[in-house]
């Protein structure tokens, strides 16, 4: 089901309230911040409510554009979808390790045919060859920064995580395309998609290297060497220059005379020919990858704070300026100005105690207040200018219960639900008091009003006396 409806584009589109899902990592935080800019580009979002509350919960510019995307995207799922990746990404990443597995797997059991004879060069190509492979298009990343170079099974991981099925948001896309933007501009992308292939490769090497063990442990192999047009001298050089450094680690390297006659090596030779092997495997596979992830581990540690805001952006400098007009106007008394401490720009906490009763639209015959009590009461006449300040007041100390009265015999609006949904919004508690109902059809109209919409938990009150009661309960 969409979270909007269609609108025109000179439009602001209306968003339904979703339970908030905290976001605390940095990488979520830029990558939904760059998710509601992509959803955006095909017309603003109506952000009313979610400008005040920022402004109010945050004391400097970008923490208030953070801040801001955060309620979208709690409106528009991202939050629920980024906590899905959290879920699916694990599986995601598992089964990717399982095809490099079998893949392995199957270079294995053709390493390990029935013919019990194997070309110990062949085996080697054959085992590290795509490794080395992708290892080269991974370093090369590092040092040609292209957007989608390097650590392919980390950005597929991404993609097929975004595009699983499974409980999928209608802004999935949006926020995959969002994350690769903001690895790439923040030059983490190699680390955090290699990151993630090198795990993959780790875990493939590790059953590899199993395979091979139990094979040649519970099997009798004769590994030799074959060539048509190469020398004998080619070989020597190679597996002396492959074995060098798995022999100082202390796996065994065939001699010069079982290089040299492979077909007359005995069962010493043999054993050494498998060590060699594995030592490869475990040396050039298993070691550089750990390595490699290690070492993207503490570049990403090193990098994320280039994940901040780009306060350069035009998106971020028009959210900037619209902040910027909120601040309330300063008047500073010339003569007096040396005598005035100065104050910090701090708000106060809100006291939870604090109670609002809010008339809004009422006749003017209506008798005000209705409730007599130790609480904050206003009545406003619906103007733009009168609800935007009672929204930034609310926004700025939020009641622990907020009571609004409604004219009941009039029909609610759309301005009035919009204005009583971020009312409610920015209260513990909210009730509505209806006023001068003449008939039972007044409140059953108001009643089904707030059923159909998004203020069903809104309290609904016809008598003075209930109403009082509930805004005096604890």
């Not at 990592?25 to 959803?39: D, E, F, G, K, Y």
């Not at 492959?242 to 007359?264: I, K, N, Y």
């Not at 007041?393 to 009039?410: E, G, M, N, R």
């Not at 919009?418 to 409140?443: H, I, M, N, P, S």
Request: with cysteine.
């Amino acid at each position: 089901m969409p979270l909007w409806h269609a609108a025109p584009s000179h439009c602001p589109r209306p968003l339904l309230h979703l339970n908030p899902t905290p976001i605390r990592s940095p990488l979520a935080q830029a990558a939904i911040t760059r998710a509601v800019q992509l959803v955006e580009d095909d017309g603003p979002l109506e952000d009313g409510q979610a400008m005040r509350q920022s402004f109010a919960a945050q004391a400097d510019g970008a923490g208030r554009v953070h801040e801001r995307a955060a309620l979208l995207g709690q409106r528009l799922g991202l939050g629920r979808e980024w906590a899905r990746w959290r879920h699916l990404g694990g599986g995601v990443v598992l089964v990717l390790a399982l095809v490099v597995v079998f893949a392995a797997w199957g270079l294995a059991r053709v390493v390990l045919g029935d013919a019990r004879e194997i070309n110990v060069v062949a085996a080697f190509v054959s085992l590290l060859g795509l490794h080395g492979l992708t290892l080269l298009l991974w370093l090369a990343s590092l040092l040609v920064p292209l957007p989608t170079a390097g650590g392919a099974l980390g950005r597929w991981a991404l993609q097929l995580t975004a595009r699983l099925p499974l409980d999928r948001g209608p802004h999935a896309v949006q926020l995959a395309r969002a994350t690769s933007d903001v690895l790439g501009r923040a030059r983490l992308a190699p680390w955090a998609f290699g990151g993630v292939s090198h795990g993959i490769w780790t875990l493939s090497f590790v059953l590899l290297l199993v395979a091979l063990a139990l094979g040649f442990s519970l099997r009798a192999y004769r590994l030799t060497w074959e060539t048509t047009i190469l020398t004998p001298e080619f070989f020597v050089q190679f597996v002396r220059a492959t074995g060098w450094l798995p022999q100082r680690l202390g796996f065994a390297v065939p001699d010069a005379a079982t290089l040299l006659q492979p077909a007359l090596a005995g069962a010493d030779a043999q054993r050494a020919w498998a060590w060699w092997l594995l030592g490869c495997v475990a040396v050039y596979g298993l070691a550089v990858r750990v390595l490699c992830g290690l070492w993207c581990w503490a570049m990403w540690r090193r990098g994320q704070g280039r994940l901040r805001l780009d306060l350069a952006d035009p998106y971020v400098r028009r959210l900037l300026a619209r902040f910027e007009a909120m601040e309330p106007a300063q008047i500073i008394d010339v003569e007096h100005a040396a005598d005035a401490p100065v104050r910090a720009l701090v708000r106060a906490a809100p006291e939870t105690a604090e109670r609002w009763l809010l008339g809004f639209e009422l006749p003017p015959e209506t008798e005000w207040p209705p409730l007599q009590g130790p609480w904050h009461t206003q009545r406003i006449e619906g103007t733009q200018q009168e609800r935007a300040a009672v929204l930034q007041a609310l926004a700025a100390a939020p009641p622990h219960k907020l009571l609004i009265a409604c004219h009941a015999p009039s029909s609610p609006d759309r301005g009035t639900e919009r204005f009583v949904r971020e009312a409610c919004g920015l209260a513990g508690a909210c009730g509505l008091l209806l006023l001068g109902a003449r008939q039972e059809a007044d409140a059953a109209r108001w009643r089904d009003w707030l059923q159909r919409g998004t203020l069903a938990k809104v309290q609904l009150h016809t008598e003075a006396q209930a109403a009082q009661a509930w805004l005096e309960a604890a």
